[in-house]
């Protein structure tokens, strides 16, 4: 039912910075929003989720982008962004994003139910 969007992926030069929006077609106030990727030949990784506790909700980065990726929703919106301002040629990848009912975050692509059909980031070095 949940339709997901995104946009921004682009050809971007290392070190430089992505901005990535996943718009829903309803309100994503009761979901889990995340972004995943999958390079050529590889499994489906997880990036990025956030849920909805709290004002902003709580955000959850995996260890391979800590520190470089950030997430963030805007409800009013009903989009999540994923954001980065040092990107790396490793960081090439078909960008998800992705959605769950529920408040816990999950690391794990098949418990999200709803995907966006991903973007195409491309870092060049």
């Known amino acids: 039912q949940v339709q997901l969007v995104e946009s921004g992926g682009g050809l971007v030069q290392a070190g430089g910075s992505l901005r990535l929006s996943c718009a829903a077609s309803e309100r994503t106030q009761d979901y889990t929003m995340a972004w995943f990727r999958q390079a050529p030949g590889k499994e489906r990784e997880f990036v990025a989720a956030i849920n909805y506790s709290g004002a902003t909700g709580t955000a959850y980065v995996a260890d391979s982008v800590k520190g470089r990726f950030t997430i963030s929703r805007d409800n009013a919106k009903n989009t999540a962004l994923l954001q980065s301002n040092s990107l790396k040629p490793e960081d090439t990848a078909v960008y998800y994003c992705?959605?769950?009912?529920?408040?816990?975050?999950?690391?794990?692509?098949?418990?999200?139910?709803?995907w966006g059909q991903g973007t195409q980031v491309t870092v060049s070095s």
């Open positions: 992705a959605a769950r009912a529920g408040v816990r975050i999950v690391l794990t692509a098949r418990f999200y139910d709803y």
